[in-house]
């Protein structure tokens, strides 16, 4: 069993001290970066023993083994040296990659990793496909609403739900006095909005605090918009409550409008990483094959669609669906 193997490996049964212990220094760079390579070398042979472990397990025994087995691991402890895991792990505002969290994998988040260990973990992380899947959605999602906005003659009218801080946006200077203006954000985290508010609030942006529930059933939006889009709403809903989002954000869109999702996929390249968030930051959401994505639009009336197009990025981590209204 793979925690039998990580319970007894004694090169990992230590904290990050024991580099001095071991004869390594801050003053001995070559001793720290032979260190760094072998438990990043025991790393990888962790994960790819875990992966092959989560294939063997159904979905409930895995989450129940990863919230409880994985951060008993002595390797656990190293992982926390990069700032990205620790985030996730420790959710500091309830939930798992919250705005903060995700600025770090776009590059946004000024790094001050003083520990060389927590450095190439955040790379490992950093280089992944699943973080070049997306930085890839904040192009895709920005070069969308450059090229769609400038075929309407009229303000191009644009609602992100489950925002984040928006980041598409933020380098769109291009058209960023005609766009931004007609730009909502819908949110349910206060310290979100506050952001929002603060960066974006002088362009002309506006934004709502909200629940997903207030959403669904309070309806707090009384207008349609040309381009309604969500980037990581699905992934945290059921089959159920992803049904009714959708209904409720199509309702949302003006005819002849954009509904724009995504969702992580179920069969990627390569699940390591996934292994890897699931087991040592358990942050778990809803991975999803195409007919599954294709599914959450039943609740839809077929004639009130004009296209319908599934898309993935290169790495073959994130498909994008995006459909057009009559």
């Known amino acids: 069993m793979v925690w039998n193997y990580l319970k007894h490996n004694s090169s990992l ?8 212990q071991m004869g390594f220094s801050s003053d001995d760079p070559s001793g720290t970066e032979n260190l760094v390579q072998e438990i990043m070398h025991e790393l990888t042979l962790t994960l790819y023993r875990l992966d092959n472990l989560r294939r063997c397990m159904s979905q409930e025994e895995w989450k129940y083994f990863c919230l409880t087995k994985t951060t008993r691991f002595s390797l656990f402890e190293h992982l926390l040296s990069d700032p990205f895991t620790k985030r996730v792990f ?7 990659c919250d705005p903060t969290a995700s600025d770090l994998l776009l590059g946004l988040e000024e790094l001050k990793i003083s520990i060389p260990l927590g450095r190439k973990i955040f790379q490992f992380i950093y280089k992944s496909d699943f973080a070049n899947a997306i930085r890839h959605r904040r192009e895709y999602i920005q070069y969308f609403i450059r090229d769609t906005s400038k075929t309407y003659n009229i303000p191009f009218t644009i609602l992100s739900v489950l925002s984040g801080n928006i980041r598409e946006i933020e380098h769109s200077k291009s058209f960023k006095s005609k766009i931004l203006n007609n730009i909502t954000a819908y949110d349910p985290d206060g310290c979100t909005i506050k952001t929002i508010n603060k960066l974006y609030s002088h362009f002309g942006v506006k934004s709502i605090n909200g629940t997903l529930n207030d959403l669904i059933f309070q309806k707090p939006i009384n207008c349609q918009f040309n381009l309604v ?4 709403l699905l992934d945290h809903l059921d089959k159920h409550l992803a049904q009714k989002t959708i209904k409720s954000l199509f309702d949302l869109v003006q005819d002849s409008g954009y509904l724009l999702l995504t969702n992580f996929r179920e ?21 999803r094959t195409d007919e599954e994505m294709i599914d959450l639009f039943s609740d839809i009336d077929p004639s009130g669609i004009d296209d319908f ?18």
Request: proline share 5%; net charge positive.
């Open 13 to 20: 049964s230590q904290p990050l001290y024991f580099m001095e």
């Open 229 to 232: 889009y969500s980037t990581g």
């Open 309 to 326: 197009q599934l898309n993935t990025d290169p790495c073959c981590n994130i498909t994008y669906l995006l459909v057009r209204k009559k």
């Open 90 to 96: 420790e959710k500091h505002r309830g939930y798992s």
């Open 267 to 287: 069969n990627t390249p390569n699940t390591l990483y996934r292994t890897y968030l699931e087991a040592f930051t358990n942050w778990f959401i809803y991975y």
